[in-house]
């Protein structure tokens, strides 16, 4: 909208745009983690882990072997 105002001459615009910028970037700011909460489900679920103190179970993971590799 700056942009706008500057090219086009429109005093009232620009003093919009400069007015206003933090208040629009205030509201992104919190707008994207509200976001990614609701759309991604290992980030909400990692979050409500942290929030309540829950500790994930340890997983057991055995290392890959390929068969016959002890073959050699």
Same mark, same amino acid.
């Given at each position: 909208m700056s942009l706008i105002s500057v090219a086009g001459g429109f005093l009232e615009l620009n003093a919009f745009a400069l007015g206003y910028f933090n208040y629009i970037n205030h509201i992104s &700011?919190? %707008?994207n983690p509200i976001t990614l909460?609701? !759309? %991604? #489900?290992? *980030?909400?679920?990692?979050?409500i882990a942290f929030i309540s103190? *829950?500790? @994930? #179970? @340890? !997983?057991? !993971?055995? @290392?890959? &072997?390929?068969?016959?590799?002890? &073959?050699l």
């Open positions: &700011s919190l %707008c909460l609701i !759309v %991604c #489900k290992f *980030i909400r679920l990692d979050f103190g *829950i500790k @994930p #179970k @340890p !997983v057991a !993971v055995a @290392p890959w &072997s390929s068969p016959g590799a002890g &073959s």
